[in-house]
């Protein structure tokens, strides 16, 4: 309990966004700074990676929550490795499937070939206006009304 008082007291006297180093708890070094974004306390546990704790007003619910936040790094760490092993699995397929020739090289190719004759004869390679009508025709005929239960 005194260890959370003693928390409480840190973090107001803290209001700097930046954090502060105030010790260490089971190996971690502990930081306090205070998230003006969310107009709350923040606890960082610092290892290897920062692990951050939202810190509230209860003394031993602060506690509890750093308790928490620690017990959760095991199975954080076991998610990781394997992550880290498919990862690592993935990337060994990767290399032979990179080694193999391409299965549809040949198809690739006669499909290539017959999308360029079609377009040879399609003259898409050419730029051909003359069937474009830039211009709009203009008539001298005053345009008729659509409706004749329209007239204003």
């Known amino acids: ?63 509890t929550r750093i308790e928490n936040a620690l017990s959760k790094l095991p199975a954080a760490l076991e998610v990781a490795k394997s992550y880290k092993d498919e990862t690592i699995e993935q990337m060994g397929n990767a290399k032979i499937e990179i080694k193999k020739p391409f299965a549809y090289k040949d198809e690739l190719k006669d499909k290539t070939d017959r999308l360029n004759t079609l377009n040879v004869e399609l003259n898409l390679d050419e730029k051909d206006t003359s069937a474009v009508d830039i211009e709009p025709e203009q008539s001298d005929e005053p345009l008729e009304k659509k409706c004749a239960s329209r007239e204003r």
């Not at 409480?8 to 954090?19: A, F, R, T």
């Not at 306390?41 to 506690?63: E, F, I, T």
């Open 1 to 63: 309990a005194d260890a959370g008082q003693m928390l409480l007291v840190v973090c107001k006297e803290n209001i700097s966004p930046q954090p502060v180093e105030i010790g260490s708890y089971r190996g971690f070094r502990m930081e306090v700074c205070y998230d003006t974004m969310w107009n709350e306390y923040r606890l960082n546990l610092c290892g290897s990676r920062k692990h951050q704790v939202s810190l509230g007003s209860d003394a031993l619910g602060n506690l």
